[in-house]
């Protein structure tokens, strides 16, 4: 069974960072494209950031572009999300996706960490 | 960036009824889109990717359709399960998604 586990959300002052973690379980990591997406309190979704199997390359929209940083430990089979300069707007639900079908077709999910930027 | 314009906001219907669903991109996305189910309190499940391609395990009843820059999610006899919150999404170029579809029941 696929499983995504997300840890590290909380409550951060603006300005400052926050790291999250996704242990990724029940498939080969290092094959996957990996993502994250996000969901503002009671809106729609926002793709985040993305990157390939290697870990090589990375893509970000601009919104988070030179603030959020996506990497991966293939060893750990986990997914990283640094982020820096975190502003009220960042407040969201962080997934962590899985990329199977194509590079940016998200077909599993973890359950999410909650992140609150707020002084 | 590709908007996606999704339509309805919000829709109540009927068990056994058929719902669809709409979505518009701002731009041709050559069939790169896919849609997603999101229940209450849940993460986002994949239900169609390349516009009408049905993702594993996801109910014959939920079916995709469009090109171009219009896309349809069908959903035949509605299930009391099928309560959900449903969003499109474009992966012709980086990743956008539709505000989202409230689906209830009547």
């Known amino acids: 069974e696929v499983q995504l586990v997300e840890s590290g959300g909380g409550l951060v002052q603006p300005g400052r960072s926050l790291k999250l973690s996704c242990a990724a379980s029940?498939?080969?990591?290092?094959?996957?494209?990996m993502a994250w997406v996000r969901q503002a309190p009671k809106k729609g979704l926002e793709w985040v950031a993305t990157?390939?199997?290697?870990?090589?390359?990375?893509y970000y929209p601009d919104s988070v572009k030179g603030r959020f940083t996506i990497s991966r430990d293939n060893a750990k089979s986990s997914l990283y999300l640094q982020m820096n300069s975190l502003k009220s707007e960042d407040t969201a639900t962080y997934y962590c996706?899985?990329?199977?079908?194509?590079?940016?077709?998200?077909?599993?999910w973890g359950q999410g960490a909650s992140v609150t930027v707020s002084s | 960036d590709i908007q996606m314009t999704q339509s309805p906001a919000s829709l109540s219907a009927s068990l056994g009824e058929t719902v669809t669903i709409e979505c518009r991109a701002s731009e041709d996305i050559y069939s790169n889109l896919a849609w997603y189910q999101q229940k209450p309190g849940n993460s986002p499940q994949l239900l169609i990717y390349?516009?009408?391609s049905l993702a594993d395990g996801v109910p014959s009843r939920f079916s995709g359709s469009g090109s171009g820059t219009q896309y349809s999610l069908k959903i035949n006899s509605l299930q009391s399960e099928d309560v959900a919150s449903y969003f499109c999404?474009?992966?012709?170029?980086?990743?956008?998604f539709g505000a989202g579809t409230k689906l209830e029941l009547k």
């Open positions: 029940g498939f080969t990591f290092s094959n996957y494209y």
């Open positions: 999404q474009q992966y012709n170029n980086y990743p956008t």
């Open positions: 390349d516009a009408n």
């Open positions: 990157i390939s199997t290697s870990g090589s390359r990375t």
């Open positions: 996706a899985r990329a199977g079908i194509r590079a940016y077709v998200m077909d599993a």
